[in-house]
């Protein structure tokens, strides 16, 4: 292949949350001599709040946006096969579900040669989660149809890979793996100084800091870190902890931390843009998910030389040597979870030396350049098998 190959990278918006901000590195790290790369919002994505966007128009890849306003919005079908054949993209590759329904349909109709469509967590267990019974089975069926019209689905840990095969039935050949990847010169960027950071919160700048950043749903599990809290700050009454993160279960978390009586100890800050910042001011960082793909949030804190606690569960398990890099704990066990922070409360050197171990690992095997890299080559492989 002498030509240079257009990629179109198709997200539901270009936004500043996590997966936008893996398929914006994706976009940017592919080889500028042989993939000429478009980003595509499906949804309307003002330029001027995204630094997602700001981030791709300096690294001179364009972006587009199709003003869509909801998930059954049909006017964009229309939009995107009319973007299509007018670039004519050898690769359309997508990043969310939204984007893997209309773009798989924009794409059979534009006779585009090649859709790949990364899944970035358990989606069938995500859809009966956190929709009603009828919404679930709606989404899991629109779930066939999209992963259909894919040539290939990439799952960013084996997890997932297991879960679409074995829950999703889709054949074993139609799968491969390439786990997400850390942009690691977006963390040399400018932020503020964690002493910053724990001023404005009022957090003790000798105080340990335990914290953890996600969208705040079920499966986040996050109702087990207020509970472990409040084990943990009864032993050991220097920790504080935060949470950033919006949604359906703020009220809830809220609650639960005012009856446990840790409103002075466990910071609900919801969304804060400058979640680098955050990471780089705690101690230790938890995630106690239920269920996961590959988080992003896991990666970012390693990358930090941050130590680690996460439940032992799909990607989280993969990326985290327990005992090494982090720690591993079982799904919804409070306790546990309490223990293991506790472990690293008491010990400086082990939180030392796993946020070195983890920041290492994340540096050889979890980058935004080798995550390109392994992209490319499907690209590559793939197009040649159609003699493309």
Partial sequence: ??????????????????????????????????????AVSLRHQQECDSTTVSELKHSAIEHVSL????????????????????YRPDVVHTHAFRADLWAGLAVKLARIPLFVTSIRNNEWECFRTEHSFPAAQAAMTLSKVSTSLADTLIAVSEGVRTHLIDVQHVSPTKVRVIPNGVDLE????????????????????????????????????????????????????????LLAGEGPEHQGLSQQVKKAGLEQRFRLLGYRSDGLAILDALDIYVLPSLFEGLPRSILEAMALGKSVVATDIGGSCEVIEHGQSGLLVPAMDSTALAEAIGQLISSSSMRKCMGEEGKKRVQSCFNARRNAEAHERVYRELLEAKKY
Avoid: H, W
């Fill in 67 to 86: 003003g869509m306003r909801d998930f059954f919005d049909g006017r964009v079908l229309p939009r995107l096969v009319s973007l299509l054949r007018k």
């Fill in 186 to 241: 977006r963390l040399t960027q400018p932020r503020l100084c964690p002493f910053v950071v724990r001023r404005e919160l009022g957090v003790p700048s000798d105080a340990l800091l335990v914290g953890t950043l996600a969208v705040l749903k079920p499966r986040k599990g996050l109702s087990y870190l207020v509970a472990a809290a409040q084990e943990v700050i009864a032993r050991y009454p220097q920790t504080y902890f």
């Fill in 1 to 38: 292949m002498n030509k240079l190959l257009r990629v179109f990278q198709i997200n539901s918006a270009f936004n500043n949350d996590a997966p936008a901000q893996g398929a914006a590195a994706l976009a940017r790290y592919l080889n500028p001599k042989e993939f000429q790369v478009t």
